[in-house]
């Protein structure tokens, strides 16, 4: 009997076995999908029916609704006042303005120190430290990150306005002066495009050694000889890297890019906790996420108008989830296909 | 000949001095990098040491002597209760995290040890909802739990842990790799009940993959802002992240120094642990990746 054959008597065996069992796989899977439907599903499922309804409570705590208004809530969404940006645009364009800012240097910095890492020519010592280090501001908490940077760039007197006194930036003589630090120094939190900076830097900074480590695994997953090969055949290590490294990272890359746009897209913590109270800086730094919740917190309690922005995020997510389903079940349809070739090669033999 | 050993040496002199240049420059950028990494935590906690008129006045690396100070302000603020915010993360994340990794392992265990009819269907389901993030549905979630009477309670933060796509995933994946069927044949054979088998024989077999699951699902509910935010009203409830949010009253307008100690108090657990395992979570992240 070859050994192909003993596979299958194997596997006909176990499924057999497998089948008589085949209610308890019923079981084992329950709890996931009863949690899944009561906790997720619904609350999903609730949302979309929540966004076609007029129902809000009033300051006064009155309840109206839900009463169906079709396509309302997006229409009184998308109503500009007076040509301005609707603020459901705005909050998605800020949004996406602090994940790119975040996204391209992470990426840069995350394949560069990749690059060096696992370069052939020559070993980077204490890379182990190197990288409990730079990952390490991705496992605190990022609320407490943002009230750190939100301290650190304080108005009037705060560490950033003290290195740049002392750097000369600011009037030294003057921000010492207690009494009138207030007329030089800087007004980081005010100042929309600051917050996006500060915002978009902490993610790149939370971020960059996670996609580092991730992307060098990649890397060390290739096979060896791929690189030995070009080595003899006489590339360059920019060559290598370009050529080689480059295209076999693509599902990585891509996987990397897409579940981080997911979670940008979901941008919270870091933004909320960086308002300061009446601040103009808010129309510019506000996220998609926060909007949802101001919507539900503050003033008229509107949920429905809450519930049509969260379905408008639901949307935008799914089209990046179906990009990255597909980018996945190619992937596994392939190494399929390699299993299929490679047991029909010993069928043959 | 003698003229040809002159150019290779000199060619493999360049190339040598062409490397170290290389790596002297990647470990000033790396240095750099570890600094950056290090230096705002560092002015934290420097900075819970020293009194708040000096920290308004300059930027210092040297420690102070006010730690008493700051913490007496600390204790005389009435609503920034560090211990209770502490249970309650302590006790929302490790109910979250046991939930998950139970339900999760006897998901993939039935996705993988059992050949059913909705099988594949089962699965297909898990990665088309993986990437949905709960954040979308948060309103219809918040006007359920309203509904169900959980608002102001820990139900909403732990119960949900019990669905988590990404887990199963994961897990399913580990296990194709790593419990060999004929074992779970084996122990049916030996009268074994099924659930006896997947406690006793599947779950240890797993302990790589729980053990640092664990501390992702751990510390991604422990940092979680968003949903107690939402179903958490009452400050006695409020979890660490929650409490975070406290400093920026206006009761702490100019007490720099604690601040910046309550800040320490938040993240100093999370570097114990994180230092103590740390080799542990960055071979986990790393395995994440390449599995994914």
Excluded at chain 1, 233 to 249: E, K, V, Y
């Amino acid at each position: 009997m070859s050994q192909a054959t003993q596979v299958t008597a194997r596997r006909s065996r176990l499924s057999r076995s497998r089948l008589e069992k085949t209610y308890w796989g019923y079981l084992f899977i329950a709890p996931f999908f009863l949690v899944y439907a009561i906790f997720q599903l619904y609350p999903l499922g609730n949302t979309f029916y929540l966004a076609f309804q007029k129902y809000m409570i009033t300051g006064t705590n009155k309840v109206i609704g839900p009463n169906p208004v079709g396509f309302n809530n997006f229409a009184a969404l998308f109503k500009a006042s007076s040509g301005a940006t609707p603020k459901v645009v705005q909050v998605f364009i800020n949004t996406g303005i602090m994940w790119i800012i975040n996204f391209i240097p992470q990426m840069l910095i995350a394949l560069l120190l990749a690059k060096w890492f696992t370069d052939t020519r020559f070993t980077i010592r204490g890379q182990g430290a190197i990288k409990v280090m730079v990952y390490m501001p991705n496992i605190i908490t990022a609320a407490s990150i943002s009230m750190l940077f939100y301290a650190l760039f304080a108005f009037p007197q705060g560490p950033a306005n003290s290195i740049l006194a002392s750097l000369g930036v600011i009037d030294k003589e003057i921000y010492l002066n207690s009494g009138i630090a207030a007329t030089v120094a800087f007004r980081f939190l005010e100042d929309g495009w600051a917050v996006r900076l500060i915002v978009a830097f902490i993610n790149f900074w939370m971020w960059y050694g996670n996609t580092m480590i991730v992307l060098v695994a990649g890397i060390l997953g290739v096979n060896p000889s791929l690189f030995e090969a070009a080595q003899v055949d006489g590339a360059s290590s920019n060559q290598i890297f370009h050529r080689i490294t480059i295209p076999l990272l693509r599902p990585i890359l891509l996987y990397t890019l897409v579940t981080s746009l997911i979670g940008g897209m979901q941008m919270y913590d870091i933004p909320a906790m960086m308002q300061q109270q009446g601040s103009k800086a808010k129309d510019m730094t506000q996220t998609v996420t926060m909007y949802i919740q101001e919507l539900v917190f503050e003033g008229t309690k509107d949920y429905g108008r809450s519930a049509a922005v969260s379905v408008l995020l639901f949307l935008v997510t799914a089209v990046f989830s179906v990009i990255l389903f597909y980018i996945m079940r190619d992937k596994e349809a392939s190494r399929q296909r390699k299993m299929m070739r490679a047991a029909r090669k010993e069928a043959k033999l | 000949m003698s003229n040809l050993t002159d150019t290779a040496g000199r060619v493999s002199g360049s190339y040598r001095a062409r490397i170290i240049g290389k790596k002297t420059l990647i470990y000033i950028v790396c240095i750099f990098l570890c600094a950056l990494s290090l230096f705002p935590f560092l002015v934290m906690f420097v900075n819970a040491t020293r009194p708040s008129a000096d920290i308004a006045q300059r930027l210092s690396l040297v420690p102070g002597n006010m730690l008493a100070t700051n913490w007496q302000t600390l204790e005389e603020r009435q609503n920034f209760d560090f211990v209770r915010g502490m249970l309650n993360s302590l006790l929302v994340s490790s109910s979250a995290t046991f939930l998950c990794l139970y339900v999760s392992l006897m998901t993939s265990y039935g996705l993988v040890v059992y050949r059913f009819k909705l099988r594949q269907a089962a699965f297909t389901f898990i990665m088309v909802v993986l990437m949905i993030p709960s954040q979308v549905s948060i309103i219809g979630f918040f006007n359920e739990m309203y509904k169900m009477g959980l608002i102001n309670t820990f139900w909403p933060l732990i119960l949900p842990a019990a669905a988590s796509p990404s887990v199963v995933f994961f897990m399913r994946q580990f296990m194709l790799g790593s419990l060999p069927l004929e074992i779970v044949e084996a122990a049916r054979i030996d009268g074994s009940g099924e659930f006896r088998t997947f406690n006793r024989i599947a779950i240890p077999m797993m302990a790589p993959a729980i053990a640092t699951q664990a501390i992702f699902i751990f510390v991604g509910s422990w940092n979680n802002l968003f949903t107690p935010t939402m179903v958490i009203n009452s400050q006695a409830k409020f979890t660490m992240p929650m409490l975070v949010s406290l400093l920026k009253s206006d009761r702490f307008r100019t007490d720099f120094g604690t601040v910046y100690l309550a800040l320490s108090l938040t993240v100093l657990p999370l570097f114990i642990v994180y230092f103590m395992l740390s080799k542990f979570i960055i071979s986990g992240v790393a395995l994440g990746g390449v599995k994914e």
